[in-house]
């Protein structure tokens, strides 16, 4: 098992900016595709970006693509999500993910990632 801890959460004027992290814990970190989901109340689990062991492979989901950015630096076995331009639909908890058996490319749905962090917290205000 990874443990993954995420912070950098909270509220934040439409429009702002926001960087999560994900401290990782475990001895093949660099191994592992990372990705970042969000969770809004009522609804279910998205994705919104991966990244691949390598970091030469990233995935953004569209509501998100050319406002957030997804990086890791393995020698910290830390995953980040830089936010930018928060909008109103952004709230959510933001989880990230490990998978520990990628295969090529990155997975994109929750049933593929093995470990979870308990999330953080993400508010947009108006």
């Known amino acids: 098992q990874v443990q993954l801890v995420e912070s950098g959460g909270g509220l934040v004027q439409a429009g702002g900016s926001l960087r999560l992290s994900c401290a990782a814990s475990g001895r093949t970190f660099s191994r592992y595709s990372m990705g970042w989901f969000r969770q809004a109340p009522g609804k279910a689990r998205e994705i919104v970006a991966a990244?691949?062991?390598?970091?030469?492979?990233?995935y953004y989901a569209d509501s998100v693509k050319g406002r957030f950015t997804i990086s890791r630096d393995n020698a910290k076995n830390t995953v980040y999500l830089q936010m930018t331009n928060l909008k109103p639909e952004d709230p959510a908890v933001y989880y990230c993910a490990a998978d520990r058996y990628p295969r090529v490319g990155v997975t994109r749905s929750p049933e593929g990632y093995d470990d979870w962090g308990q999330g953080t917290q993400v508010t947009v205000s108006s």
């Open positions: 990244v691949s062991w390598s970091g030469g492979t990233s």
